[in-house]
């Protein structure tokens, strides 16, 4: 109750409006039902058995109501739940781990990203998903740069979020985006589309 009540004070003083707070899986299915808000922020864990009770209510969610997006909190990095919430697509999805609420930057900034269609995957996710070691890795070709810029990309940033960080300019950044759609053999579509597709391949 502590931390809902939390967030909803911190996203009320961002500028956000708080359509209603609730205590468990269904009650926020049917709350969003009712208020098709624009984000649903969920707790990973919730009652009654406060295992995963959060992320099968967020996966619903997306199934019912697709213009909504998904803001999951949790606790600790589990890249499992991760990968099961960005399994059908990227758009629209956040995963963020508590501590990162007490940014009130950054998390409005995710919020902001997730009900715009957008992504915000927390870093320390991003990080575990990449160590992995896998067979035939569709990333082998890229270069550390472009390894980086698409870790940047998955964890929701645009082109201009991504120069910032890597104190370099936008053009830089658009060439490494092109060289990356090109090794990774994405067809051609619109930027945001070939950007979620990238960003699953490099997660999966």
Known sequence: MLLREGVARLLVDAGFEVVGQVDNAEDLVRRVGFAKPDVAIVDIRM?????????????????????????????????????????????????????????????????????????ALDPAVVSQLVGRHRRDDPLAELTPREREVLELMAEGRSNTGIAERMVVTERAVEKHVTSIFQKLGLPQASEDHRRVLAVLTYLR
């Open 47 to 119: 009652p009654p058995t406060h295992t995963d009770e959060g992320l099968r209510a967020a996966k619903r969610i997306r199934e019912r109501y697709p213009q909504v997006g998904v803001l999951v909190l949790s606790q600790y990095v589990e890249a499992g739940y991760a990968m099961e919430l960005l399994a059908e697509s990227s758009e629209g999805v956040g995963y963020l781990l508590k501590d990162r609420v007490s940014d009130m930057d950054e998390f409005a900034s995710a919020v902001r990203r997730v009900g715009q269609g957008g992504s």
